[in-house]
């Protein structure tokens, strides 16, 4: 493994522990905001699911197809006879054009999207280094752009759905009941948590599969030749729990509360639609925002009671983030690699 190689499986590392600290809070926000689950025990049993995700995911079932997703934004065919150089530069421009929308979005406790913060750095600095025509347009727009808005979309319709079926079923059962889903949020979590996490780490490993194959100096490497070592995963696995143990309470606050006030039925229902949205995405390869499907779902199952209970405002807010997320880390990774090619190529 070159310094290369190395250099940017750290920042890969660092964006891990942000999309941690950011997603990993987010799955546990509706159960600490009903009194499911106490804070410390819900960071642990979140933790300790989102340890196992990955592993489970990629290594047992071997399924790693948001990785090579992420690594196929930039054709292929670009990476012919291109210098460890060129590809290092593409990298780290990469990775710090996202980490610094990141560190902007944590200090003005912005609930941006870590999808598209990655994305957009990835993208922004392969035009610089690659060319236009080498980006892999179509998958942009398909499976980064267009799922800005479809996935709250679906997290809103779904939610909705998914919370009048319940609250249907719930008429006709005795008012114990409550006590019951509030036992099964605890069981949620750990499905809400490993969803979250199988997706969100697969992110950074396509950083790592494009580290390995433009850094290491190794031609025979190629995108459908590799294979992810054992000892990388459970690192990155690592890493991501530790961000979550330190995940801020103002973004608890914002997807917990500022959205609508969570019965325990709700946070449930809410729970529920985003472990389904999100597995789906994982096992068919799209690098889906977490975040957004958390906090649409809970607006979703909020509409299900009454319109005016849902605070739009907010939900206005995240959207107008959300939306700006990718073209300014687009931006911010073209800055980054503009003057470091001039330097360095």
Known sequence: MTVYVVVIAILAGLFTFYMGYTNGTNAIASSIATHALKPIPAILVSSASMFISPIVIILLIGNDSVARTVGSLIEESAFQNVSVNA??????????????????????????????????????????????????????????????????????????????????????????????????????????????????????????????????????????????????????????????FFGGERLVNAVGYKLHRLSTVQSFVAQFTTVIISLTATLTGIPIATNQVVSSSIMG???????????????????????????VSMIFGILVALPLKALIL
């Open 87 to 244: 590809g290092f530069i593409f990298l780290i421009s990469s990775m710090i054009g996202a980490l610094l929308w990141a560190v902007i979005s944590v200090i003005m406790a912005v609930p941006n999207s870590v999808s598209h913060t990655l994305l957009g750095g990835l993208v922004g600095a392969g035009v610089i280094i690659f060319g236009f025509h080498s980006i892999d347009w179509t998958s942009v727009w398909l499976k980064v752009i267009l799922m800005v808005f479809i996935a709250p979309i679906l997290g809103l319709v779904f939610g909705y759905l998914f919370m009048r079926f319940f609250t249907a079923m719930c008429a006709a059962w005795p008012r114990g009941m409550k006590k019951v889903f509030r036992a099964i949020q605890s069981v949620n979590v750990v499905f809400l948590s490993m969803s979250v996490a199988a997706n969100n780490i697969q992110k950074t490993l396509g950083i790592y599969l494009l580290a390995v194959i433009l850094c290491s100096g190794d031609p025979t490497i190629t995108f459908s030749s590799f294979e992810f070592s054992w000892w990388i995963i459970i690192i990155y696995s690592l890493v991501q729990c530790s961000g979550l």
């Open 301 to 327: 199952v909020g509409a299900a009671e009454g319109i005016s209970t849902v605070a739009w405002k907010q939900g206005e807010k995240m959207l107008i983030s959300w939306t700006i997320t990718f073209p």
